[in-house]
């Protein structure tokens, strides 16, 4: 199962990040929230974003107390608050800013997909975030280039 | 220590005149009594704030409140509340706006920030989390909204942060000013962005890394997500999610209740041409959601070609096409989106600035104004060049812009010639797009609102187009079927009396009323009260919750009885009264308020001659020292 994004159905209302932080933190922080919508304001677009679950997390590879492991089956990379050391190497190796550090408990955090039933895919109004079966989300990517295509075609036709 | 959560706790006190910043704790039987964003700034107004106050001189406040619901999991919790004694009436005034700047300042660790003096200078401030500084801003006054916001993202070197901005309008103390929240939201009305104006006050740049603590998560957790649920099952959530508040144009046509050619007419023959459904074919980008709203009834809109080519806007709303649109008779829709980007970037109030231009223009066509008036410029109905020609020149205060910037009250009194009974307006500020004729409550409301003509205090939308399922939810059997029929008085004044009690509750917990609680009517006061007790820790109570309501908006009336109002300014303009409404389901209809009104201080427990909160009302309230400063037997 995968976070699966679609951009172009984001309104940047951060439904998201409300309850992702409020599901971990038990309060509203957006800034402890695990995903985050981001925004290019002229005109407003938006694009949520987080752990993208590497199947090679660089976090992982920068921990030097295997702090972070990646779950074979379910691909779930986590970190391990107990072992965490707070270094930070992860923050610096995620080349995507998806792990982040907290500096009231001294450890690095980041998106756990919700023990499965991710918190930003069950409140998102408009579907931008959906948690999917990997094979059906490759099948959706797929279908949207080619629709526009089609549709791409016909606007030309109609005219 | 300040015991109850949801709130921040804190404020900020801010005296521009010194530079001098004070964090202060919020009081607890302050919050009990006002609860937030609306009752807060009233309150604070009525106390610091006297009779010989000028509205843009140092003593006026500018508050910018939020309260216990703003950046919770509430949807729809994106409301702040901006407070003033208003520079268009003289009296209280408020203007409410979504987006994202209230939850960020809560997020910061404020609910609030007071605003008093002036700056010697041009200064902005930049709140994030505890670093409180005011900024030297001369290089930002003149700039339009986006461009001096740009400067301060490049200055601060990051680009989350939340702005509350003024643009040239605001600097030039337009009385109809207003203030741009991030992303493109207006706190428009009462001319509040004059106020910051009049303080140097160019921006506000917000940016907040704490939280917001809940007092029972679990049962919070479940309420709000119910109303999420509710929300998204509601019979209007697809047509208001799909064309926001500009769906309402071509129903409020077919009623005859969409104000055209100054009021002239309640319906415009070419509403087709500016309806939701041509602005989402033609021009629709992408939805744009407030802060945790699950409507997203904002849009981003862009002209691709044509004479209006690259204008790209947020949030076209019903009022904007109203007011721009059929009020100045203009069916050109590109037009609309560049005057709507204009006032935006000015910081002008769309309502009051459209219908200050159409007013000049019937003035035009009665001619009592001539070229020799206006520098030459000709005032014809639809003329979409002129239009946006006299948004620069309002904004600058230039020629006979500087006349326009002054509002229709005033501008009617320096004119002269009959020319006031064509301001269509109550207490000084413009009517938005109803008008009474088509539907009673809404007349109603117009004048029995605290800070001028306004739809948004009483807001009864219940008889706009006929909401019977909910009119029965919310009121039971017994006042059906009058109190769903726009055109019947029966029962109107107690709607619009809950509506206003209503309001100023959902105005004060930074929940929105354009969302879940009047127009998706799910949250009402059971919600609501259950929502304010699970998030804070009071003991809120639906009984308390409607105390609260009325005690803010008696004391908002008060306001205006120390400045002299009583029932004599409760009064629409005369053409409602006299001409009947020429079109739609209205037509031949005419409205006289005053009738209404009995009935309305009766159930207000004012007195009914003079309009005015009686010493046991407000005793009852816990409001005897207003009674004893108004001198109130």
């Known amino acids: 199962m995968q976070l699966y994004i679609d951009s172009t159905k984001c309104t940047g209302c951060r439904i998201c990040e409300v309850f992702c932080s409020f599901k971990h933190e038990s309060a509203i922080q957006p800034a402890k929230s695990r995903i985050t919508v981001l925004t290019d304001t002229e005109p407003s677009r938006f694009i949520p974003f987080t752990c993208v679950q590497c199947a090679r997390p660089a976090c992982a590879e920068a921990c030097p107390v295997d702090a972070i492991t990646r779950d074979a089956e379910s691909g779930l990379v986590s970190v391990n608050a107990n072992e965490c050391i707070g270094c930070r190497m992860c923050v610096q190796a995620c080349p995507f800013g998806a792990m982040a550090y907290d500096r009231d408990r001294g450890v690095a955090y980041k998106c756990d997909l919700c023990d499965g039933d991710p918190e930003c895919a069950r409140m998102c109004p408009t579907g931008a975030i959906q948690f999917l079966r990997e094979e059906i989300t490759i099948a959706r990517r797929r279908k949207e280039g080619p629709t526009r295509l089609k549709r791409a075609a016909h606007l030309i036709e109609g005219e | 220590m300040f015991p109850y959560k949801g709130y921040a706790g804190r404020y900020l006190r801010v005296n521009l005149t010194t530079g001098e910043i004070q964090v202060c704790e919020l009081d607890a039987t302050f919050a009990e009594t006002w609860l937030g964003g609306n009752g807060f700034g009233t309150k604070i107004l009525w106390d610091e704030v006297g009779r010989d106050v000028d509205p843009l001189s140092p003593d006026n406040r500018l508050i910018i409140a939020t309260g216990p619901i703003c950046g919770t999991l509430m949807p729809n919790s994106s409301r702040s509340e901006v407070i003033a004694k208003s520079p268009l009436t003289g009296i209280y005034g408020d203007a409410n706006v979504g987006g994202m700047f209230g939850p960020e300042l809560k997020f910061a660790g404020y609910d609030m920030i007071i605003f008093e003096g002036r700056a010697p200078e041009p200064v902005y401030l930049v709140v ?28 601060l070197g990051d680009d989350n942060f939340k702005f509350a901005t003024i643009g040239p309008a605001g600097e030039n103390l337009v009385r109809y000013a207003s203030i741009q929240m991030t992303p493109n939201r207006s706190a428009a009305r009462s001319g509040v962005g004059a106020v910051m104006g009049s303080k140097r006050l160019k921006c506000i740049a917000v940016r907040g890394f704490g939280k917001v603590p809940i007092a029972s998560p679990r049962e919070f957790y479940e309420i709000a997500v119910q109303a999420h649920k509710k929300l998204l099952q509601n019979e209007f959530y697809k047509p208001v999610s799909r064309y926001g508040t500009a769906g309402l144009v071509t129903l409020m046509n077919r009623m005859g209740r969409f104000p055209t050619k100054n009021f002239q007419m309640g319906s415009f023959p070419f509403a087709d041409d500016i309806s939701a459904e041509t602005l989402h074919d033609r021009y629709f980008v992408n939805d744009v959601g407030c802060f945790n709203c699950p409507i997203h009834c904002d849009k981003v809109y862009r002209v691709r070609d044509g004479e209006f080519a690259g204008a790209a806007t947020n949030s076209l709303e019903y009022e904007t096409l109203g007011s721009l649109g059929a009020g100045v008779w203009n069916n050109n829709l590109a037009s609309i989106i560049r005057a709507n980007v204009m006032c935006d970037e000015l910081g002008l109030d769309t309502i009051s ?3 200050t231009i159409a007013f000049a223009m019937e003035l035009w066509e009665k001619g009592i104004l001539t070229g020799s008036d206006t520098g030459g410029i000709a005032l014809e109905w639809g003329d979409y060049n002129t239009i946006l020609d006299l948004l620069q020149h309002v904004a600058h205060r230039q020629g006979f812009g500087n006349l326009l910037a002054e509002g229709t009250r005033r501008a009617a009194a320096l004119i002269g010639k009959g020319a006031e009974q064509y301001a269509m307006e109550v207490k000084g500020q413009e009517i938005a797009a109803q008008d009474g004729r088509a539907q009673r409550s809404m007349g109603l409301a117009h004048v029995t609102s605290t800070r001028g003509a306004d739809h948004l205090k009483g807001f009864p939308v219940l008889d706009e187009t006929g909401y019977p399922s909910e009119g029965v939810r919310r009121y039971g059997t017994q006042y059906m079927p009058e109190i769903v ?19 100023a509750v959902i105005d004060s917990s930074g929940n929105c009323k354009s969302g879940g609680t009047f127009v998706l009517a799910e949250i009402y006061w059971q919600e609501m009260a259950d929502a304010i007790r699970t998030a804070t820790g009071m003991d809120m109570t639906v009984e308390r919750l409607k105390t609260i309501g009325e005690r803010i908006y008696n004391l908002q009336r008060c306001y205006g009885v120390l400045h002299g109002i009583s029932r004599k300014d409760d009064r629409l303009p005369r053409r409602f009264k006299e001409e009947p409404n020429p079109s739609g389901h209205a037509k031949g209809q005419t409205f006289d308020v005053d009738p209404l009104l009995d009935e309305y201080y009766q159930l207000r427990g004012w007195d009914v001659k003079t309009g005015i909160p009686t010493r046991a009302k407000l005793r009852e309230l816990g409001l005897e020292d207003v009674a004893d400063r108004l001198g109130i037997m």
């Open chain 2, 128 to 155: 994030e989390d505890d670093r409180v500084q005011l900024r030297e801003a001369r290089h930002l006054w003149g700039k339009t909204v986006s461009e001096a916001q740009a400067l301060v993202q490049q200055e």
């Open chain 2, 353 to 355: 600035a459209g219908r």
């Open chain 2, 485 to 503: 029929d726009p055109l019947a008085t029966r029962y109107k004044p107690m709607l619009v009396i809950d509506g206003e009690n209503f309001g």
